[in-house]
T-cell receptor, first 112, second 113 residues
Framework: GENVEQHPSTLSVQEGDSAVIKCTYSDSASNYFPWYKQELGKGPQLIIDIRSNVGEKKDQRIAVTLNKTAKHFSLHITETQPEDSAVYFC???????????FGKGTLLTVNP | DVKVTQSSRYLVKRTGEKVFLECVQDMDHENMFWYRQDPGLGLRLIYFSYDVKMKEKGDIPEGYSVSREKKERFSLILESASTNQTSMYLC????????????FGPGTRLTVL
């Protein structure tokens, strides 16, 4: 089955700096890659996603890039703010429908 | 707004008890999911359902069963709870199809003593 590796497991940045989280996947048939943000005490929430026919997608301060050849995708957050502090999960939709495989998560801390 | 509610935020049960975790969504979503979340392991899919009375095993179904008698409700059942089932349980729902956003409930923190 699909395997998703996510790095780093923790990331601490200063407010205003950029943050990058990277994921690799194993199933070459994977074609959908969402990112979820989980704030303390809440369930994860989708923040951005990308499909395999697109190399990059941007939404204000967040962007996702996809390299299908290398089988990796990354989340970029610019001008980080304290409210960006959360756990971020990448995910991959492999060859079987419905089943997202999640990475292990990255705890992002933005220091004021 | 989509709302996914879970019956309890915190639950404490004893080894061997039968445990029911309930999840209800109010947006007429076809798909519903149960995940467990453990530190360092991320989210792992236990079961999912794409229609009433339909269910599919996820990656870690052992020790669990599910029930979906109505479209809006998806129940996770621990037939005989064990200490290794102490975890955070997250329910999610989405529209039919693979590429749709999953909406998560707030989670149930289950402790099995």
């Amino acid at each position: 089955g699909e395997n998703v590796e996510q790095h780093p497991s923790t990331l601490s940045v200063q407010e205003g700096d950029s943050a990058v989280i990277k994921c690799t996947y194993s199933d070459s048939a994977s074609n959908y890659f969402p990112w979820y943000k989980q704030e303390l005490g809440k369930g994860p929430q989708l923040i951005i996603d990308i499909r395999s026919n697109v190399g990059e997608k941007k939404d204000q301060r967040i962007a996702v890039t996809l390299n299908k050849t290398a089988k990796h995708f990354s989340l970029h957050i610019t001008e980080t703010q304290p409210e960006d502090s959360a756990v971020y999960f990448c995910a991959s939709l492999g060859g079987s429908n419905y089943k997202l495989t999640f990475g292990k998560g990255t705890l992002l801390t933005v220091n004021p | 707004d989509v709302k996914v509610t879970q019956s309890s935020r915190y639950l404490v049960k004893r080894t061997g008890e039968k445990v029911f975790l309930e999840c209800v969504q109010d947006m007429d979503h076809e798909n519903m999911f149960w995940y467990r979340q453990d530190p360092g392991l991320g989210l792992r899919l236990i079961y999912f359902s794409y229609d009433v009375k339909m269910k599919e095993k996820g990656d870690i179904p052992e020790g669990y069963s599910v029930s979906r008698e109505k479209k809006e409700r998806f129940s996770l059942i621990l037939e005989s709870a064990s200490t290794n089932q102490t975890s955070m349980y997250l329910c999610a729902s989405s529209l039919w199809g693979s590429y749709n956003e999953q909406f998560f409930g707030p989670g149930t923190r289950l402790t099995v003593l």
